[in-house]
């Protein structure tokens, strides 16, 4: 027993040694590390790529911990209970067949691996049990609390049950001590709670958790600790294979965001001095589902929530482009990009944007893009088109000037024409052509006035965004029919998520320049800004229909006048005044 108790103190101090010769696995230099640290830390937050093994090295510490230590109750908690459950398997199909003394530590009998109940039990009393995350799981206790993939877990569970099973503490009965040596004993074992995760957002608790876990780990006084591994360890380490991770870059929908979250270890977010900053925009993201077209729409036949609407009393759309035709290496900054508005009224006589369908397009000719915009405009019931007319954006107004047929489906689309324009009125030579599209000819100033509407927007909450993709994935496979579609059909169906991802990274990354009292806004090299001007021009007109609206709808209107009444045509041709940012006051 003497030599027992002077080999448990050992192993204690060095677990790592301890997993080489008990549980027979060699452990990387990393994972020795990490291992003791587990050991040492109360908090311990372990940011890594996919393909370390966080899941593997949680299952080898909670198995060296419940051995070293006996009576300790191990408590697993993840977004989902499957993953949880997967630190179990690790140690049913991995480290048993190892370790023949592992298997003479496991109570057999009493150790279940199943959906509503998984634990495994060891002979010297100790537990590894797996909990659900949320409030059925109060009333559990535990020495160490494993928490896969926390980021998936709301931080109000965490704080409010889960942290909770921690009130419990680990006393061996030693028969031989008094009460003032069982107390210090007492006080010399800590609890553990262990955060394991991918990246994530930098506007998510996941992010302020390791950033709290730094300040506290620099301090001597604490027991905390922090860490993040991207995937170049993995592949140095041999647990990844770099072929895989070309494969994965060389995808179609390679996302960079995705990339620098799930592999690069990396909190996604902008940098310091940016003129738009990621809280303020990313916290906007509150639209569950986003309008899609009936030709998307369709492949879940039994969903109403992503199909498009009729409109609501009050409610406006706009449907804004702005345009590109050249795709390339050498031009891989050219992109079409297209914003649906919904502009909602609220009770203070304002509009909301709600931004519910995003579409991005390279490489097409005027005409296809003229045909893609007239079917949206026409789909979403739009009341206006908002276009960038100079340069290439001209060829396609002019398209949109004339009726143009669908070849594909034989409609023949009438003429539109300029609202707020009238030189670009006068390109359209049909007559009685709608007038819905809102000509922009940008210029310095009217560009930096879009740029600080945009910010001002997003600021006080007036522009919503679909929400983030992820998140999205656990909404769309609610709806009957999503699980039988193919790969290829549900990423057209997660795009405008996507796409809104997509707008948030070049936000954050525009670069800027203020002279003058204006801002000039431009694209970091090899960067794009297709889809920040398409918003900005979108939510100018925006504002520019909220102040028409409001005077017409305003409090100090009489209720006679509240009642619009179409006026008669009159023949002829009425000329606007040039506003001072270039354009002109539109016809409503």
Not at 462 to 489: K, T
């Amino acid at each position: 027993m003497e030599g027992a108790a002077y080999w448990g103190a050992f192993y204690r101090n060095n677990p790592d040694k301890f997993v080489e010769d008990y549980l027979h696995i060699k452990l990387k230099r990393f994972q020795k590390i990490l291992i003791v640290m587990m050991f040492w830390c109360t908090t311990f937050v372990l940011i890594a790529c996919r393909g370390l093994g966080k899941t593997y090295l949680s299952a080898i510490y909670c198995v060296t911990r419940c051995i070293l230590y006996p009576g300790t109750k191990v408590c697993i908690a993840s977004g989902r209970r499957s993953q949880a459950i997967n630190v179990l398997e690790k140690v049913i199909l991995e480290l048993k067949p190892l370790s023949p003394e592992l298997c003479a530590e496991i109570d057999e009998k009493q150790t279940k691996i199943n959906a509503t109940n998984a634990q495994l039990v060891f002979n010297n009393t100790s537990v590894i049990k797996v909990v659900t995350a949320s409030d059925s799981a109060r009333g559990n206790r535990c020495h160490v609390l494993l928490l896969d993939e926390y980021r998936l877990i709301s931080k109000d569970t965490i704080d409010t049950v889960l942290r909770k099973f921690l009130t419990l503490r680990r006393m061996p009965r030693y028969e031989e001590l008094t009460d003032e040596q069982r107390k210090a004993e007492y006080a010399k074992e800590k609890n553990l709670t262990m955060y394991l995760s991918s990246a994530y957002f930098k506007d998510h608790w996941s992010y302020t958790k390791c950033v709290d876990t730094l300040r506290a780990m620099v301090d001597p006084s604490r027991h905390q600790f922090v860490c993040g591994f991207p995937y170049q360890l993995s592949i140095s380490e041999g647990l990844l294979d770099p072929e895989t991770v070309a494969d994965e870059m060389s995808e179609s929908d390679y996302s960079d965001i995705k990339f620098s979250m799930e592999m690069c270890a990396e909190f996604y977010g902008s940098a310091d001095g940016a003129f738009f900053e990621f809280d303020s925009v990313s916290k906007n993201r509150k639209i569950k589902y986003p309008m899609l077209p009936d030709r998307l729409s369709s492949k879940l036949a039994g969903s109403q929530q992503l199909r498009i609407p009729p409109k609501q009393n009050g409610e406006k759309r706009l449907l804004s482009a702005d345009i590109a035709l050249m795709t390339s290496k050498k031009h891989n900054n050219d992109a079409t990009a297209i914003f649906v508005n919904q502009l909602m009224p609220t009770k203070a006589g304002r509009y909301t944007s709600n931004i519910v369908y995003a579409e991005s397009c390279e490489g097409l000719r005027t005409e296809d893009q003229a045909l893609i915009i007239r079917r949206l405009y026409e789909e979403f019931n739009c009341d206006y088109i908002v276009l960038d007319t100079n340069g290439i954006g001209l060829g396609v107004y002019d398209c949109l000037a004339r009726d143009i047929v669908d070849q594909d489906t034989g409609d023949v689309y009438p003429a539109l024409s300029c609202c707020n324009n009238t030189e670009m009125a006068m390109r359209c030579t049909t007559p009685g052509a709608n007038k819905v599209i809102w000509s922009i000819k940008a210029s310095a100033q009217f560009n930096s006035d879009c740029a600080f509407m945009l910010r001002e927007g997003f600021r006080s909450g007036r522009i919503r965004l679909l929400m983030n993709e992820y998140d999205a994935e656990e909404l769309l496979s609610e709806c009957r029919g999503y699980s039988s579609l193919n790969p290829p059909e549900r990423i057209q169906l997660k795009l405008p998520y996507i796409n809104t991802t997509l707008l948030i990274d070049e936000l954050v990354n525009l670069q800027h320049e203020e002279s003058g009292g204006k801002v000039k806004i431009f694209e970091k090299s090899g960067a794009r800004k297709d889809r920040y001007s398409s918003l900005s021009y979108n939510y100018y007109v925006a504002t520019q229909l909220e102040n028409k609206l409001g005077k017409r709808y305003g409090s100090s209107t009489p209720v006679s006048d509240m009642f619009v009444i179409k006026p008669p045509s009159y023949t002829g041709r009425a000329v606007n005044k040039t506003n001072e940012t270039g354009t002109q006051a539109p016809w409503f």
